[in-house]
C-alpha cells in the first residue's frame, strides 16, 4: 500500500509540475522595491533610460534631477519615442522649468495637467516590458533625502496597461495639454 501511495503522490507531483511548465511567462511579474534614500531609486530609473530602446513614457509630479534630464536626452538622441506629462503647478519651479525646458529644446514632447496640483501619479513605462511606479518623484531630493519607495515591475501585461493608462492622459486633450513655453 505504501508503494502505491508514494507512486500516486509522485505522479501527482510530476502532474503539478508540468502544469506549472503551461503557465504562460507574463503570469510571473519580477518586481524589485527600492527604498530612498539607502537605495537611491532615482538612479535606478536613470539605468533603466539608458537601456530603453523603443519608448519611455514618463508620468511625473517632480522632474528637476539632472541626471534625469540626461538620460532621457540622452535616449531621445539614440531615437526612443520620450514623451513627458507633468503637473503646470509644478513649472512654477525654476528648476522645474529648467529640466522641462531642456528636454524640449532636445525635441521631448510636454504635456501638462489643467488641474493644477493633482498629478500624483509617478509611472514611467519602458519599451513594453518595465513599468515603475511609487512614491519618488525625479527629483534629487527623492533619490536622496526623502522617504520615498520605487517599484521596477518586469511583466508584459502589467506594463501594458501602464503604458495604456499613460496613452489615455497624453490623448486626453480634455485634462492634458501640450507645454509650449
Known amino acids: 500500500m505504501r508503494g502505491w501511495l508514494s507512486s500516486c503522490l509522485l505522479g501527482w507531483a510530476l502532474v503539478g509540475l508540468v502544469s506549472l511548465t503551461q503557465i504562460p511567462?507574463?503570469?510571473?511579474?519580477?518586481?524589485d522595491v527600492y527604498y530612498a534614500p539607502e537605495d537611491q531609486p532615482i538612479d535606478r530609473v536613470v539605468d533603466l533610460y539608458a537601456h530603453a530602446t523603443r519608448y519611455i513614457y514618463v508620468s511625473v509630479y517632480g522632474l528637476t534631477a539632472p541626471s534625469v534630464v540626461k538620460a532621457l536626452?540622452?535616449?531621445?538622441?539614440?531615437g526612443v519615442d520620450v514623451r513627458v506629462i507633468t503637473d503646470r503647478e509644478r513649472l512654477t519651479d525654476p528648476k522645474q522649468q529648467r529640466a522641462v525646458h531642456t528636454l524640449r529644446l532636445a525635441g521631448v514632447p510636454i504635456r501638462i495637467?489643467?488641474?493644477?496640483?493633482?498629478m500624483h501619479l509617478k509611472q514611467a513605462v519602458i519599451d513594453?516590458?518595465?513599468?515603475?511606479s511609487g512614491s519618488a518623484n525625479h527629483t534629487t531630493s527623492g533619490n536622496r533625502y526623502?522617504?520615498?519607495?520605487?517599484?521596477?515591475i518586469t511583466d508584459g501585461r502589467l506594463t501594458a496597461k501602464a503604458r495604456e493608462k499613460f496613452l489615455t492622459m497624453w490623448?486626453?486633450?480634455e485634462r492634458f495639454?501640450?507645454?509650449t513655453q
Open 177 to 179: 495639454v501640450p507645454w
Open 25 to 31: 511567462l507574463w503570469a510571473f511579474a519580477s518586481i
Open 113 to 118: 495637467n489643467r488641474h493644477d496640483g493633482l
Open 171 to 173: 490623448n486626453d486633450h
Open 146 to 152: 526623502n522617504d520615498e519607495r520605487l517599484d521596477v
Open 128 to 132: 513594453d516590458v518595465i513599468n515603475t
Open 73 to 78: 536626452v540622452a535616449a531621445k538622441h539614440r
